[in-house]
């Protein structure tokens, strides 16, 4: 005989986290005379077999060291932390 029942004595799985694909950094000079950084990346949800684009840091920089930091910041963010779900 089978047991068809559901087991309520076990916990549900926990969410995995989404996992990242890849990476976009822009970087443009603008008429300000600064720099524009802009990092984005593309997360898969293997849930509902969707890609997930998000905006990790969107800053301007004075100089490529500020830039350099900027993307340093984000690439932290981006491997630390699951991105927001817009739907």
Known sequence: MFDIRAREDVPPAAPRP????FLSIEVMPTTAGV???SVSGTYLDERELEFINDEIESTRAESVEDVMLAIRRALMAAFSAEPRKEH
């Open 18 to 21: 989404l996992a990242l694909q």
């Open 35 to 37: 720099l524009s950084v």
